[in-house]
T-cell receptor
Framework: DAMVIQNPRYQVTQFGKPVTLSCSQT?????MYWYQQKSSQAPKLLFHYYDKDFNNEADTPDNFQSRRPNTSFCFLDIRSPGLGDAAMYLC???????????????FGPGTRLTVL | RKEVEQDPGPFNVPEGATVAFNCTYSNSASQSFFWYRQDCRKEPKLLMSVYSSGNEDGRFTAQLNRASQYISLLIRDSKLSDSATYLCVVNFGNTGGFKTIFGAGTRLFVKA
């Protein structure tokens, strides 16, 4: 059974048209993450929620926002997508913050975003 | 210098070969280490955690060298199904926050 679910799996949007990507989890994990991964590059952490506490990475553009209305769901909002935002967006969860523990991250299948 | 560095490869090996990947990290305060596997156009999946004492899971052996700040992954008796990108992941954290850093991955092609 899928534990981290992302919808849609493929998203096509127009330049400048807002888009929302969805992630849900059945693991009841405290932490949810959003990563951006471009071809042949490492996943790049955009931000994460520890419960309701939002933690933005310093170099994440303002164009990217996130919401976590409850434990199970987390959304990534791209307010004005540019061509450079075309990428795979990965959602992940972990039971606790992984910095100081051996907790691993469980990834969803990703949403591939195309910007026309 | 990147915080986590890997040889991008690709490594092209025949079935049955033994192949080893290294990953170096720059932050000496790094606390936990993992190898993930990522197939083409799929999400990363945990392959194994890496412990100071080294650990083995079937054909896979992971080792950590804190003094030299690198981790390694050894794959014995390579299978065609081992073809994938292997990502090194390093976590470190403190009261000010934490970071998870992925390496860019090492591509492995196992050929018949």
């Amino acid at each position: 059974d899928a534990m981290v679910i992302q919808n849609p799996r493929y998203q096509v949007t127009q330049f400048g048209k807002p888009v929302t990507l969805s992630c849900s989890q059945t693991l009841n994990h405290n932490v949810m993450y959003w990563y951006q991964q471009k071809s042949s590059q490492a996943p790049k952490l955009l931000f994460h929620y520890y419960d309701k506490d939002f933690n933005n990475e310093a170099d994440t553009p303002d164009n990217f926002q996130s919401r976590r209305p409850n434990t199970s769901f987390c959304f990534l909002d791209i307010r004005s997508p540019g061509l450079g935002d075309a990428a795979m967006y990965l959602c992940a969860t972990s039971r606790d913050r992984t910095g100081a523990s051996t907790d691993t991250q469980y990834f969803g299948p990703g949403t591939r975003l195309t910007v026309l | 210098r990147k915080e986590v560095e890997q040889d991008p490869g690709p490594f092209n090996v025949p079935e049955g070969a033994t192949v080893a990947f290294n990953c170096t990290y720059s932050n000496s305060a790094s606390q936990s280490f993992f190898w993930y596997r990522q197939d083409c156009r799929k999400e990363p999946k945990l392959l194994m955690s890496v412990y100071s004492s080294g650990n083995e899971d079937g054909r896979f052996t992971a080792q950590l060298n804190r003094a030299s700040q690198y981790i390694s992954l050894l794959i014995r008796d390579s299978k065609l199904s081992d073809s994938a990108t292997y990502l090194c992941v390093v976590n470190f954290g403190n009261t000010g926050g934490f970071k998870t850093i992925f390496g860019a991955g090492t591509r492995l092609f196992v050929k018949a």
